[in-house]
């Protein structure tokens, strides 16, 4: 799964194996744009991993946030 999270949009790229699976961006509202960074990307990840658990079934995957690998999660 890559995130980029910037001011005023999210963008969530989920790949397997190469392979483009979903893509889905959205424009944040008001009070979403005060949060941190940080908390906006995990709430995203936490948010994605529920919905695409399915994908990410095995024994690891990983997590990009602009394009810099920070969290390596081990099932």
């Known amino acids: ?3 980029d999270v910037s001011g005023r949009v999210i963008i ?4 397997q194996e ?3 699976v ?6 944040l509202n008001d ?4 949060k941190s960074t940080h908390e906006k990307k995990m709430t ?4 994605n991993s529920k919905e695409y658990r399915v ?3 095995g024994p690891r995957f990983i997590i990009n ?4 690998v920070d969290v390596l999660f081990k099932m």
């Open 55 to 57: 994908y990410m079934l």
């Open 44 to 47: 995203v990840i936490v948010l």
């Open 31 to 34: 009070v979403k744009k005060k």
């Open 22 to 27: 979903s893509f889905k961006s959205w424009k």
């Open 18 to 20: 190469k392979h483009l």
């Open 65 to 68: 946030k602009d394009n810099v």
């Open 12 to 15: 969530r790229v989920l790949i």
């Open 1 to 3: 799964m890559q995130i």
